[in-house]
């Protein structure tokens, strides 16, 4: 009997064991931005117990206002931990001026998802003046509406309507013909 | 004031007499003297499913839409749409048998007009009350104006909405003015403010010579501006579809197609109107096996016409079946709603372009049955029209809740739509209450001018 409790024991120690081996190690990211030449690049250094973590699939993305704009294909990190990333100069940036960035690992089999976010001023300012402003037409907003429209608009709208006030006035008129003419 | 002299046109007054005149005076202001019980019954049943519509309403504004309707991210238009797009079909009855007929000088339209302009007035503004029941916050209608765009197809349909709905109701009431002095001057038992209103509009008339000519004019230019009118409505219904990007309502063919269905409806409608209205009101004198018979006759004509655009607007694309509409066109033709699609062809479009050809199936009670088919069908059609197609979108529908997928209107929604109907009989039921549902003078005036075509036929 005591020996089977032994056998229980040493196959718990062994389940505990494996376990402990097959949970994901804890790692973390940090971006930063460098201007290199006349290109804008995003280093994203990935780290595990002070240890940079290589072979890792990295994914940068720029937020926007209903979702996560990838930017790139997905980095893989070098020996240094350390995945690169072209940053294009033309994203419009947001309200305030800014992008908000964001690295992410996704499902990695040692080091699961984990993620990290940094900001840049890199990027378009978007010329709100000039989208107010712009040409008229058909797509464009409410007080960019073409001429030749707006005037179309007017003349069928007012031509119906007067029509109809027309003819409403002219049912005043009745009252005037009550008694001034011969009545049949 | 027999309306011989109304114009200086030839009349035929020697057969039909002042005694005629005051029998038909009698007989057409019957409905207005005396409310029978089971007119007020039906009264209190529409007033009672309205109410119900109204708490429905409030119900669905002051809940969550998405506990309160089955719209959805794919399906976002829904029964409303649909429903509209029904009562503004409905509303081109009084453009065709009132405006058409007139200018067209058919005679036999006199005793018609008034019921079908009443029922456009009323259908179009059911059309404003579903899409604002649509819009989910009805303040969004004020928001529409304040800050709409001239350029969407929505501002015109609000637009034309409105300028439909003063229309109608202007070419509703003018020829009502000579009927209002006829009130004034012979309905007794009256409560004193129906006799001052019946006084108020009858803008002091005594039927002089110019009183007439004015009457007669403001009718014409208000019947030939009715007509285009009529027609934008409906095909700027059709233009909030087809202006959208979507392949299932991307045709050049769709104002027409929506007018020509507008047309089919408007004349069915107009059966069973009569029908009710001629049994109700024991009006068999006036809205005779004649009109059942001309009726039916349109009925065949327009299912002819639509069948076409139909045939243009399924059968072009289906030949093709290129990828965008094969999804949409397979679903209906042999698909989830193959029943339905099938069954609103057959009996909306087939049996009203064949059976009333048959004269016995112009009998009222006949052609009523087949026009009740094609009301129904006709509502299903707009249905059709609507909501399959959304569930097809260009991007496949992956990873959302299975009820976002299919469509069935909430119990909200139906007792809206059942409000909307119960809304346009009590309209044209009120109104039957309170004014001659068909127009005095001017059945009179054309026993005088048509006396062969209304007395004689057959």
């Known amino acids: 009997m005591k020996s089977y409790k032994y056998i229980l024991i040493i196959c718990f120690g062994f389940f505990l064991n494996f376990h402990l081996w097959g949970q994901e190690k804890e790692a973390s990211m940090t971006l930063s931005f460098e201007k290199a030449d006349t290109n804008y690049v995003c280093k994203v250094q990935v780290s595990s117990e002070n240890k940079p973590v290589a072979e890792i699939a990295v994914k940068l993305y720029v937020q926007r206002l209903y979702g996560l704009l990838p930017i790139g294909k997905e980095v893989t990190t070098d020996e240094n931990g350390v995945a690169i990333f072209d940053?294009?100069?033309?994203?419009?940036?947001?309200?305030?001026?800014?992008?908000?960035?964001?690295?992410?690992?996704?499902?990695?089999?040692?080091?699961?998802?984990?993620?990290t976010q940094g900001e840049t001023k890199w990027g378009a300012q978007p010329d709100l003046l000039k989208l107010a402003h712009s040409e008229r037409s058909i797509s464009a907003s409410r007080g960019q509406a073409p001429i030749y429209f707006i005037v179309a608009s007017i003349v069928i709208i007012a031509g119906i309507w007067g029509t109809l006030l027309y003819v409403v006035l002219q049912v005043f008129k009745l009252k005037r013909y009550k008694l001034t003419s011969k009545k049949i | 004031m027999i309306e011989k002299d109304?114009?200086?046109?030839?009349?035929?007054?020697?057969?039909?007499?002042?005694?005629?005149?005051?029998?038909?005076?009698?007989?057409?202001?019957?409905?207005?003297?005396?409310?029978?019980?089971?007119?007020?019954?039906?009264?209190?049943?529409?007033?009672?499913?309205?109410?119900?519509?109204?708490?429905?309403?409030?119900?669905?504004?002051?809940?969550?839409?998405?506990?309160?309707?089955?719209?959805?991210?794919?399906?976002?238009?829904?029964?409303?749409?649909?429903?509209f797009v029904f009562f503004v079909a409905l509303s081109l009855i009084g453009v065709l048998m009132s405006a058409v007929l007139k200018l067209t000088n058919f005679q036999w339209y006199r005793p018609l007009s008034r019921i079908a302009e009443v029922i456009a007035v009323a259908a179009i503004m059911l059309a404003g009350i579903s899409i604002v029941a649509a819009m989910g916050r009805p303040d969004r209608l004020y928001y529409l104006v304040t800050h709409g765009r001239i350029q969407s197809p929505i501002?015109?349909?609000?637009?034309?909405?409105?300028?439909?709905?003063?229309?109608?109701?202007?070419?509703?009431?003018?020829?009502?003015?000579?009927?209002?002095?006829?009130?004034?001057?012979?309905?007794?038992?009256?409560?004193?403010w129906q006799m001052k209103m019946y006084d108020i509009l009858s803008f002091g008339w005594e039927g002089t010579a110019e009183q007439w000519k004015i009457l007669k004019k403001s009718v014409k230019i208000l019947t030939v501006l009715v007509i285009p009118l009529g027609v934008s409505i409906h095909t700027v219904t059709a233009w909030l579809f087809a202006t959208t990007l979507r392949s299932e309502w991307d045709s050049t063919n769709f104002g027409a197609y929506f007018v020509s269905g507008a047309f089919l409806l408007g004349v069915a409608g107009m059966v069973v109107a009569v029908f009710v209205i001629r049994k109700a009101y024991k009006l068999e004198n006036y809205l005779t096996e004649m009109h059942f018979d001309k009726l039916g006759k349109a009925l065949v004509l327009m299912s002819f016409i639509y069948i076409y655009f139909n045939i243009n607007e399924y059968l072009v694309p289906a030949y093709k079946m290129s990828g965008l509409h094969e999804n949409h066109l397979l679903?209906?033709?042999?698909?989830?709603?193959?029943?339905?699609?099938?069954?609103?062809?057959?009996?909306?479009?087939?049996?009203?372009?064949?059976?009333?050809?048959?004269?016995?199936?112009?009998?009222?009670?006949?052609?009523?049955?087949?026009?009740v088919c094609v009301v129904i069908a006709a509502w299903f059609k707009r249905y059709l029209i609507v909501i399959p197609g959304l569930a097809h979108p260009y991007l496949p529908i992956q990873d959302v809740p299975d009820?976002?997928?299919?469509?069935?209107?909430?119990?909200?929604?139906?007792?809206?739509?059942?409000?909307?109907?119960?809304?346009?009989?009590?309209?044209?039921?009120?109104f039957a209450k309170f004014f001659p549902i068909i127009s005095v003078w001017e059945v009179a005036e054309g026993k005088l001018e048509g006396k062969d075509e209304i007395i004689n036929y057959k």
């Open chain 1, 87 to 115: 940053f294009p100069k033309n994203i419009p940036l947001n309200s305030e001026g800014k992008l908000i960035v964001l690295a992410k690992v996704e499902d990695d089999e040692n080091y699961g998802s984990f993620e």
């Open chain 2, 6 to 83: 109304i114009t200086s046109e030839k009349t035929t007054h020697e057969t039909f007499t002042q005694e005629e005149y005051m029998v038909m005076k009698r007989d057409l202001l019957r409905p207005i003297q005396q409310i029978g019980t089971w007119g007020k019954v039906w009264i209190a049943f529409l007033v009672a499913v309205c109410l119900c519509g109204v708490y429905a309403y409030y119900i669905q504004e002051t809940k969550s839409k998405y506990v309160t309707v089955s719209l959805r991210d794919y399906t976002m238009w829904g029964v409303y749409i649909s429903n």
């Open chain 2, 155 to 192: 501002v015109w349909d609000i637009i034309v909405i409105l300028t439909y709905v003063a229309t109608s109701i202007v070419l509703l009431f003018i020829p009502m003015i000579p009927s209002m002095s006829t009130c004034k001057n012979h309905l007794t038992n009256k409560p004193k």
């Open chain 2, 331 to 371: 679903n209906l033709f042999i698909g989830e709603e193959a029943i339905f699609y099938w069954s609103v062809v057959l009996f909306g479009m087939l049996i009203p372009a064949s059976l009333p050809l048959i004269p016995s199936m112009r009998k009222p009670l006949p052609l009523t049955i087949i026009a």
């Open chain 2, 403 to 430: 009820s976002w997928r299919h469509y069935s209107p909430s119990l909200i929604e139906m007792t809206i739509v059942a409000a909307t109907f119960a809304a346009m009989m009590l309209i044209v039921t009120l």
